[in-house]
């Protein structure tokens, strides 16, 4: 086994076995969390004052070891033969997504070191950092899941946004021209009343705006039960997909008693 093989093994997911490749992931993983805990406790008043050179240092640690394991992938990408090719495939690992995830989890860190950045989005920047939480995915089967479910159901979610959008466009413009001279300000255009419309579909119901015209208050409550149903469509459909997923990743698996198929039985 080649060197760069035996590293893409050590990089990636641990098979069973690979105590070597089990350390390095464990490492990885306590790494991001302990990264995003000191992220979160950054923002509580006196953490950062107190500690932050040693956030700081911290910080410096982990940009240097998660810019070394994001080189490592995409030397040793190769031996994946989706990658084999040396330039053009190295450039699609790259933008495959948990490459361009362990991307924008040291982007920011490099960012302040070579540019000088405006107080107004230091943190915005800063807080890209929670990118680091979303490493976890190649680690983590539920969350592998996840992302094959929404990929898997994409067209289905395409079509359910889809009619939401317009089922918005068609209430917020309803209740502009029946709130629309009652309340100027509340309702100043349509594009303004879809806020409305997106808390009201959706059932949250803020009460920062809300209609006071009988025929608006009635259109409301209607716009109210049929957002309940809409809404749940996206839902529906990814439960189906979870649903799948789940008996697919069953599937083959065998019965320790009766030796049968556990998929097929309940």
Same mark, same amino acid.
């Given at each position: ?81 989706? !990658? ?22 040291? !982007?920011?860190?490099?960012? !302040? ?117 809409? !809404? ?35």
């Amino acid at each position: 086994m080649t060197t760069k093989k035996r590293l893409y093994e050590i990089m990636e997911k641990a098979e069973k076995g690979d105590l070597l490749s089990r350390i390095v992931d464990l490492f990885i993983l306590t790494l991001i969390i302990l990264n995003v805990t000191m992220v979160i406790l950054e923002t509580v008043g006196g953490v950062k004052e107190t500690y932050g050179e040693s956030i700081e240092i911290f910080e410096t640690i982990c940009v240097v070891i998660f810019t070394v394991e994001y080189l490592l992938r995409i030397w040793c990408c190769t031996a994946d033969t989706k !990658f084999a090719r040396p330039l053009t495939g190295r450039l699609a690992f790259m933008l495959t997504p948990l490459a361009l995830i362990d991307l924008m989890a040291i !982007f920011p860190y490099y960012v !302040f070191v070579l540019v000088t950045i405006p107080p107004d989005y230091t943190l915005p920047l800063r807080l890209l950092r929670l990118f680091r939480l979303l490493k976890v995915g190649r680690y983590s089967r539920s969350m592998q899941m996840f992302g094959r479910v929404i990929w898997e159901k994409r067209h289905e979610l395409y079509i359910a946004v889809f009619a939401l959008a317009i089922l918005l466009i068609i209430v917020s413009s309803l209740m502009y021209f029946v709130e629309h001279h009652a309340q100027p300000e509340a309702f100043s255009s349509i594009p303004t009343t879809m806020w409305w419309g997106i808390v009201t579909l959706t059932t949250v119901g803020y009460g920062d705006v809300f209609p006071i015209t009988p025929l608006g208050k009635v259109l409301g409550a209607l716009i109210a039960v049929l957002g309940v149903g809409m !809404f749940a469509l996206p839902a529906g459909i990814l439960s189906s997909g979870f649903v799948e997923a789940m008996q697919e990743s069953h599937r083959g698996d065998k019965c320790p008693h009766c030796g049968k198929d556990i998929s097929t039985h309940g």
